[in-house]
């Protein structure tokens, strides 16, 4: 493995989720115990939400930054964020950072239309659902993409920051995903992005309604892709 990834970090489900997919990613390509090298920094889960709950964007993106700079002085040689929502700050900081970021919803739409689909349904959290971090992603693919209703987008907000960001995986929540995803296909979606870092934990293809776009594996695959050159 060539290259040095840097994880920066929000969540910590979402951030070992994409940890742990690096190194076992790394190790069907280069072989046993050959998984990358890989850094992370994850500053305090509160000082992100404090931020996204002021609708700080500028905030959120200078808490990136601070971990884009650390990692690049560990070595990295480019960054991941295994955190959907928090792309939406990108903007203002990826021309200040000092290595280049893999972009999460770019390596889900590049999947999406690899595997043909062409109307996407967009889970997350409220704040990621609400923003065109997807969309113009998709769009640039020429695909279709619909987003829940506002009552569905507040119960899939709910269920993320009230349980799954803690490890909470619960029957009734996987219920709830499995209702939204059955409406987004009555809509003509033909597959679901899991646009959450913790949803992964919950739904995936064999429980879900339509074929599931997992944005924290495919962004951990594509890392490791990078990083091996």
């Known amino acids: 493995m060539a290259l040095h990834v840097g994880i920066v970090g929000c969540s910590y489900e979402g951030a070992a989720l994409c940890y742990r997919t690096i190194c076992a990613e790394g190790e069907k390509l ?4 050959a998984h990358p090298e890989i ?5 305090p889960f509160v000082r992100y939400v404090s931020l996204l709950d002021g609708g700080d964007w500028r905030g959120v ?27 939406q700050a990108l903007p203002h900081i990826e021309n200040l950072s000092p290595v280049p970021w893999l972009h999460i919803a770019e390596v889900v739409a590049s999947e999406a239309k ?8 967009i889970l997350g959290t409220r704040w990621l659902v609400e923003s065109e971090v997807y969309p ?11 987003r829940p209703t506002s009552k569905e987008r507040e119960g899939i907000h709910r269920i993320i920051m009230e349980q799954l960001v803690h490890g909470e995986k619960k029957p009734e929540a996987i219920r709830y995903h499995q209702r939204v995803i059955a409406r987004l ?5 033909d597959a679901v992005v899991l646009g959450c870092t913790e949803i992964p934990l919950l739904m995936n293809d064999d429980n879900s309604p339509l074929p599931t776009l997992d944005s924290t594996r495919l962004l951990a695959r594509a890392a490791t892709r990078r990083a091996a050159g």
């Open 61 to 87: 993106g200078e808490l990136m930054l601070a971990s884009a700079g650390m990692l690049a002085r560990m070595g990295a040689d480019f960054v991941v964020c295994p955190d959907n929502t928090i792309h």
């Open 185 to 189: 296909k009555e809509e003509g979606c």
């Open 39 to 43: 850094s992370m920094h994850t500053p």
């Open 136 to 146: 113009e992603k998709l769009a640039a693919q020429g695909i279709a993409y619909v």
């Open 30 to 33: 280069a072989g046993a115990y």
């Open 114 to 121: 690899a595997r043909g689909f062409r109307r996407i349904g």
